[in-house]
């Protein structure tokens, strides 16, 4: 008598209990009310303070040198031709992936504020990625995402990254994990295909030419050229990798190559490249460095 009792007292403890479970799981999956937590980089949160000194320095210098190029490029006529307009596009490009990253970073490292809403995480990923990636193959990740179901609600990054994410979900991934390393399979590995057959076109110009000087010239552009890429897809590639394969590699470190492939090419980009081209390296110096009137 008093197991059936047990049972049947049992049987309402699990019907009551359940309810509330899944209601909890549609708030989780409901992303207008979804809020995030960044923890910032895992295993160094004592250190955000020192952290944010050199992470603001590359910030600032972005957005100072960008910007430099920016404006003369506009107010400067003769840098309306293709070269520089060129220019100007990767500089609007690191600008935008700089200020999606921004505003989040210094509330979490100077606030310690890491929460953010699950539409505006969606929104920093697709901006932060969109623009080195390409906004029409970035556009599908926010909208996979949209369909998870989350049991997490810390996210182990300085930003909302998209494995980040992807992890911290309970039910089916495996889209989310075939279409990002598409991605990063599919940009880096076409890029590098064009860039090897440009470069082969190069050497074999350079074969033919029977000037030293343009030899020299051709080969010095080049270099700058193969140190961008470097610096470029090396990061990437290491960090989309990282999250699928390096578990044995610690989260912080994981999470500052996230943040240094980011960053890093955003800040030598104009450096490289602004270098090269001499007349506006010289105007930007010229601009950066004129005193007070």
């Excluded at 506009?74 to 200020?99: G, K, R």
């Excluded at 076409?190 to 350079?206: E, N, P, R, T, W």
Aim: one cysteine or more.
């Amino acid at each position: 008598m008093r197991e059936r009792k047990y049972d049947s007292v049992q049987k309402q403890m699990i019907y009551f209990v359940q309810p509330p479970t899944v209601s909890v799981m549609l708030i989780f999956n409901h992303s207008s009310i979804l809020k995030f937590t960044l923890m910032g980089i895992s295993g160094l949160e004592s250190q955000h303070l020192w952290l944010f000194i050199p992470f603001s320095s590359m910030f600032l210098a972005v957005l100072i040198v960008n910007g430099a190029i920016l404006f003369l490029v506009a107010t400067e006529p003769t840098f309306h031709i293709p070269m520089y307009l060129l220019l100007a596009l990767l500089m609007v490009a690191d600008l935008i992936s700089t200020l999606a990253l921004l505003p989040k970073f210094l509330c979490l490292f100077w606030f310690n504020d890491g929460d953010i809403a699950a539409n505006a995480c969606f929104t920093q990923m697709f901006f932060t990625h969109g623009t080195s990636v390409g906004v029409i193959l970035i556009l599908p990740m926010p909208l996979l995402l949209q369909r998870l179901t989350f049991c997490h609600m810390v996210i182990p990054h300085t930003y909302c990254d998209h494995m980040a994410l992807v992890k911290m979900a309970c039910d089916h991934t495996r889209p989310n994990h075939i279409y990002g390393l598409f991605v990063i399979l599919l940009v880096v590995g076409l890029d590098l295909l064009l860039i090897g057959f440009s470069y082969g076109f190069i050497l074999q110009a350079l074969v033919c030419l029977n000037s030293q000087d343009a030899t020299y010239k051709a080969l010095n552009t080049c270099s700058a050229h193969l140190f961008v890429i470097l610096v470029t897809y090396v990061p990437a590639l290491f960090s989309s990798l990282m999250h699928r394969i390096g578990h044995n590699i610690p989260p912080h470190a994981r999470v500052l190559l996230a943040n240094l492939y980011l960053l890093l090419p955003s800040v030598l980009n104009p450096i490289i490249y602004g270098r090269k081209m001499k007349e506006i390296w010289h105007k930007v110096t010229k601009c950066l460095c004129r005193g007070p009137a």
